[in-house]
């Protein structure tokens, strides 16, 4: 999978198909940020909402991952005066840390991997957490309606073309989730087509 040619664009047709509720589902986690926390943010793209976390004056010391470098370089030209960002361009299943991370964000992040895949990473990622840590995971909704479905396959079509994308439906999380950690706070967009939940380790 390569984002680099759809990097530039990606944003605004995320924007222009999804009335901009993919980013407002960031908005979740500002409330549950503390002074100094640790962030491992995987998937976070262009960057966009850098921005709101910069207002907060938190002193954020972050890890961005994404394995687009183009995705990588947008990131980076915004504005973090206040933020320590560490900006990564890897596959997440080739990172390594000996970190302990206060809070894990995963942006649209595990709806690229097949089951075994994503249950791989999930694992991977709860390892670098600290105990009784905050993930915060934004992603399409597994139970959709008729026409969020073909809204779903139109997408990995479209996707399997642009970025190579090889799986042909989302993984199931929620109960792979709720093994490890409790729902904090759960909120949805664009008629429950998108959900942002605020996990807490158990």
């Not at 549950?32 to 002193?59: Q, Y």
């Not at 199931?172 to 490890?180: G, I, L, N, T, V």
């Amino acid at each position: 999978m390569n984002y680099n040619f759809i990097a530039p664009y990606y944003h605004s047709l995320s924007k222009f198909i999804f009335l901009n509720r993919q980013h407002q589902a960031h908005f979740l986690i500002l409330k549950h940020l503390k002074k100094g926390d640790k962030i491992l943010w995987v998937g976070g793209g262009a960057g966009k909402f850098i921005p709101e976390l910069e207002k907060l004056n938190l002193n954020l010391e972050i890890d961005y991952i994404d394995f687009s470098s183009r995705m990588i370089d947008l990131a980076k030209k915004e504005r973090t005066l206040k933020l320590k960002i560490n900006f990564i361009v890897a596959d997440i299943f080739d990172f390594e840390t000996d970190k302990k991370y206060d809070v894990v964000i995963s942006s649209f992040l595990f709806d690229h991997f097949d089951q075994d895949k994503a249950e791989k990473l999930f694992l991977q990622l709860n390892e670098y957490m600290k105990s009784k840590g905050i993930w915060f995971y934004i992603d399409f909704n597994q139970n959709q309606e008729d026409w969020q479905r073909i809204v779903t396959n139109l997408m990995f079509v479209f996707f399997r073309v642009v970025i190579n994308l090889e799986i042909n439906q989302l993984p199931k999380m929620r109960d792979f989730f709720e093994s490890y950690f409790e729902i904090v706070e759960q909120k949805f967009f664009f008629k429950k087509y998108i959900e942002s939940i605020v996990y807490k380790k158990i």
